[in-house]
């Protein structure tokens, strides 16, 4: 075979362009080091200009060794001088935009860290080869080439996914920065209502333009336009308003009385702005992510070959019945299935899918694992996409001293040295000290030798359970945080540099579980996914994907920066579920799922069958028992007397089509939400009668939406009430159906607010957030919906496995449903009706 | 301010920066108070016996106790409490670090010892003292630092500092009285 470099040639025509080394062939036992350093030396000398060179190396430590595949990026054109060990084909990108020459070892190709991949293998290779000059490579170089096209397609695989991430990534960070940079100069503030101050633009420009740059965001307002620390208020929304002949400023109202807190001090003048630091901290982190893999710098180090390609993850092997450690013993009642899944997760090598519909006991079994983990000295990171799921799963641990948890949260930190590491520290000691107390009872026949060590661990333990954080120093906490070994964070914490290079605080974990992996983006997930030598990803891609928001890009859309297709394909990649793809992409030996589920009631649990037909949940411990245990002996009584809800009534259904007088009722518009008054007056309506039940008061109630107009018509509604702020508080439980996701009450009511005769759009028709909405309720469900309105709307339900999709009326059955086992009424229970006269 | 005459005193007060026992190292001073050379235990029956897991958190502790010289050897197993492990032990806490002295004048009814809070006043010296009231056994580090933390905010102690011992100058104290004020 022939080798011929003609860099005059490849100059100045950029493309891909292969560089055969003499002897390349697949398993051809070659060394071609002293080539390859010529070659690439002369590279180097022409392309003085080359800013990138990536040299892909294949070790080989003894003639029967596995060979190890070594990415070496070279931030300069320095060449090593001595390159070891065989080489075999080069490929060569020439990119005339960026001067970046990529080589990268040919029989690599599979293996190919995506770093270098996507810059290489992007396109076809194939169909590159066919291009191929044959005055640069012979005819064996080029049947060589197109011997490979199975690899490319593998490649493609590789590099695409993470090219396109990155383009998403980029574009929204473009954007945040752009949104970050404007200030809105306002002369006048009008704070008198705390949830609708008004400020008055000095130059307005267009209401269209400033709606969408301010839709759904937060908006800082001071005096000083660099201040983070501004006073902070969500946007609600943009009027004109003529105050003067001839003159009508802007008014943009913001609400800052979000989450009860106090109004904050504002400037009658100074500016506004949209408070994108977060985001743009967020999207540097995750930005920091796709570069960490793209250097290899993943904890598993095979994390680059199986990413993107689920089934080349090591299989778990079965477990053997005599196997040691099969036989451990569960820190609390599991059934079969739950358990199975802790084998696999106690026998894995790469990744376990874990699928769990709602309340199949999930955040059990990551406890449960979690446990298992540090019973045998290993340390685990349990992350997700919001706090709330990491922390369910650090509350769940089973308390042992072995098990030292933490949880690690930037917020929190700020507010102390080491966060609330310290209230995790207190709760340990208080666990240690009762294992010993237990150990004390134990020991108390034992020899009176004991006597004296009795006394000492006595003392321990009692001082132990009296513990306070003031015990403890900054630094006793920071040292129990490196040696805690359950780590909660969010996805986003665990990629911020304090997590990955705090001093001290080793940031590999044995085993990454992630939870919730359906909210998350795949950006997200990589995350904790580059800190772990293990992988749980955990999950239901029957629930909710991650929101995608589409006026982000509108601006960018509108002025030809950036294609509608585009748009839509970045939505593609945000909404699609990952977690969906994989776990159908996984063998089954990398997979497991929970079918029996103990949250809801048989009745409540039919409904959510509905979404679940193919493969549907079983009561946990069988019907009737579920039945008993999720009681909730509450009876609702219309204004005669009579009752509307009795105790046996698990699901309910209000229909809201008509006031109690009968008249249609009808839902608004605001800006993209919508709300509905006569739902928020229902539900403040049984809010309060439930609040009068001793009853109800043992039980946790919730009321949430798929509207976030709807959410503060609900919350404004309810404060209203003076429910006992101890068994309700408006801020915490009520809340839109994408952010209660995780959460779970004994009665939850769900507000549908639409009212019109045929439905339209998908939001309410996504089965996946129905799933969510009445999977939320443990004893009691409660719909408030315009049946006429819902009864017709087809919901597509798609089989668990991807099959085919249905289009069924799933209102409807759960309407019917209510109608045959639970109960509907209406807003005329509340109208005393007149007697009927003689 | 009371017509009562008052004592005016200076005070030699030693700050150092402390640090709170944290309960590992209270546990391990008082293994090595409870458990005599030749019958201690190592740090791993330790850790086992007092459910820690690991003993990684008593060799940490161990070696905060040797930084303090809370011990008069540097092996566990031989060592026994110094003067400094038996008063952190008592107290709570450790000295961990430079000590200073500052001097403060205070000043105290001089029937009952009670202190007075006399900035910006100008007193009339009546006569010295000869011999320390019955109450001048009363002013201990913990009530000095009080009426500190009280009277004097821009003495206002750092972050883990203690007012660890206090010499009252007896030789220069006065019974004094507001200007302008006669029996």
């Not at chain 1, 017709?792 to 668990?800: L, S, T, W, Y």
Request: hydrophobic fraction near 40%.
């Amino acid at each position: 075979m022939k080798f011929y470099l003609d860099l005059a040639a490849i100059h100045g025509r950029p493309g891909r362009w292969a560089v055969l080394l003499p002897g390349a062939r697949p398993g051809a036992s070659v060394s071609r080091g002293v080539e390859l350093s010529r070659v690439l030396g002369y590279l180097a000398c022409e392309f003085f200009t080359v800013r990138k060179l990536i040299v892909l190396r294949r070790q080989v430590a003894g003639v029967t060794a596995k060979p190890r595949y070594v990415l070496r990026p070279l931030a300069s054109t320095r060449i090593p001088s001595a390159q070891a060990g065989p080489w075999l084909a080069l490929v060569c990108e020439y990119h005339e935009s960026t001067r970046a020459l990529v080589v990268v070892d040919r029989e690599l190709v599979p293996l190919a860290p995506v770093g270098v991949s996507e810059r290489v293998f992007s396109g076809e290779i194939a169909c590159e080869a066919t291009r191929l000059n044959p005055a640069y490579c012979d005819g064996e170089a080029v049947t060589f080439l197109r011997s490979v096209p199975a690899a490319a397609t593998e490649v493609d695989t590789l590099g695409s996914p993470l090219a396109r991430w990155r383009e998403y990534l980029d574009w929204r960070r473009k954007i945040a920065e752009t949104k970050a940079m404007e200030t809105y100069a306002f002369t006048e503030c009008d704070a008198r209502n705390p949830r609708a101050v008004c400020f008055y633009l000095r130059d307005p420009g267009s209401a269209g333009k400033l709606r969408q740059r301010f839709l759904n965001e937060e908006l800082r307002v001071g005096a000083d336009p660099k201040d983070t620390r501004a006073p902070q208020g969500t946007f609600r929304r943009i009027r004109t308003v003529e105050t003067a002949p001839g003159t009508v400023p802007l008014v943009v109202e913001v609400d800052f009385s979000a989450g009860g807190r106090e109004p904050p001090r504002l400037p009658g003048a100074g500016v506004l702005r949209v408070a994108m630091e977060g985001e743009l901290a967020a999207l540097d982190v995750q930005l920091d992510g796709l570069r960490r893999l793209t250097e290899n710098r993943a904890c598993n180090p095979r994390l680059t070959e199986w990413l993107f390609d689920l089934a080349k993850a090591l299989p778990i092997p079965p477990t053997a019945p005599d196997a040691p450690g099969v036989n451990w013993r569960a820190d609390g009642p599991l059934n079969p299935e739950q358990r199975a899944c802790v084998d696999r997760a106690l026998a894995l090598d790469d990744l376990l899918l874990l699928w769990g519909p709602p309340g199949t006991g999930k955040t059990t079994v990551i406890a449960q694992i979690c446990s298992q983990y540090a019973r045998r000295g290993r340390r685990v990171l349990v992350a997700s996409q919001a706090n709330l799921a990491v922390e369910q799963a650090l509350l769940r641990l089973p308390a042992l001293p072995q098990v030292r948890p933490a949880w690690v949260s930037t917020a929190r930190r700020r507010e102390g040295s080491a966060g609330n590491v310290g209230s995790y520290l207190c709760d340990w000691f208080v666990t240690v000290g009762r294992a010993v107390h237990g150990d004390l009872v134990e020991a108390k026949t034992a020899s009176p030798t004991e006597a004296r060590w009795s006394s000492f661990l006595g003392e321990w333990a009692e001082r132990c359970e009296r513990v306070t954080a003031a015990d403890f120093s900054g630094d006793d906490e920071l040292f129990y945080l490196r040696h805690a070994n359950v780590v909660g964070a969010t996805c986003n914490e665990t990629g911020k540099p304090d997590f990955v290079a705090s001093p001290g605080f080793s940031s590999r974990f044995d085993l990454v579980i992630v939870d919730e992996v359906s909210k998350a983006t795949p950006p997200e997930l990589l995350l904790p996914m580059l800190l772990g030598r293990r992988i749980l990803l955990v999950g239901d891609h029957r629930q909710l994907p991650p929101l995608f928001r589409d006026e982000h890009f509108e601006e960018a859309v509108e002025n030809h920066e950036l294609p509608r297709d585009a748009v839509e394909s970045f939505r593609d990649l945000v909404t699609a579920s990952w977690f969906e793809h994989a776990f159908r992409a996984v063998p089954e030996s990398v997979r497991c799922a929970l079918r029996r589920q103990y949250r809801m009631h048989p009745n409540i649990m039919e409904a959510v069958n509905l979404f679940y037909a193919d493969q549907p949940l079983a009561a946990g411990d069988g019907e009737a028992a579920l039945a008993r245990e999720k009681k909730h002996g509450l009876q609702l009584r219309r204004a005669d007397g009579r009752a509307w809800l009795e105790p046996q009534h698990h699901l309910v259904w209000f229909d809201t089509a008509r006031d109690a007088v009968g008249r249609p009722a009808r839902d608004e518009r605001i800006g993209t939400s919508r709300r509905n008054h006569l739902e928020a007056e229902a539900c403040a309506r049984i809010v309060a009668e439930l609040a009068a039940q001793p009853e109800a008061r043992r039980l946790s109630v919730a009321v949430i939406s798929f509207y976030k107009a709807q959410i503060g018509l609900l919350r404004d509604r309810l404060r209203r009430e003076e429910l006992p702020a101890d068994w309700f508080d408006p801020w915490r439980d009520v809340n839109t159906v994408d952010q209660f996701q995780g959460s779970e009450r004994d009665v939850v009511i769900v507000s549908l607010v639409r009212t019109e005769a045929r439905l339209s759009g998908e939001f309410v028709r996504d089965f996946r957030r129905i799933n969510v909405a009445f999977s939320r309720a443990r004893r009691l469900l409660i719909i408030l919906a315009s049946e006429q309105t819902f009864a017709e709307a087809k919901v597509a339900v798609p089989g668990v496995d991807g099959g085919t999709v249905e289009a069924t009326t799933a209102y409807r059955s759960i309407y019917e449903l209510a109608s045959r086992n639970g109960a509907c009424a209406g807003p005329e229970v509340f109208v005393q009706r007149k007697a009927p006269q003689a | 301010m009371s017509a009562t005459n008052c004592i005016e005193l200076d005070l030699a007060c030693t700050f150092a920066p402390c640090r709170r026992l944290n309960p590992f190292h209270r546990v391990l001073l008082r293994a090595v108070e409870t458990f005599p050379v030749g019958a201690r235990p190592g740090f791993d029956e330790l850790a086992q016996r007092l459910c820690l897991g690991e003993r990684v958190f008593l060799d940490q502790a161990w070696k905060d106790i040797q930084a303090f010289r809370a011990t008069d050897d540097d092996d566990f197993m031989q060592s026994r409490l110094s003067v400094a492990g038996e008063e952190a032990l008592r107290a709570g806490w450790f000295i961990a670090g430079e000590q200073t002295v500052r001097r403060h004048t205070l000043y105290f009814r001089r029937d009952d010892g009670c202190a007075v809070q006399a900035e910006r006043m100008e007193f009339a010296v009546v006569r010295a003292v000869r011999m320390p009231p019955a109450w001048s056994k009363q002013l201990t580090t913990e009530r000095i630092a009080e009426v500190l933390a009280a009277q004097k905010p821009q003495e206002r102690l750092q972050p883990g500092e203690r007012l660890i011992a206090l010499a009252a100058d007896w030789s220069t104290a006065q019974e004094v009285r507001k200007a302008g004020l006669h029996h």
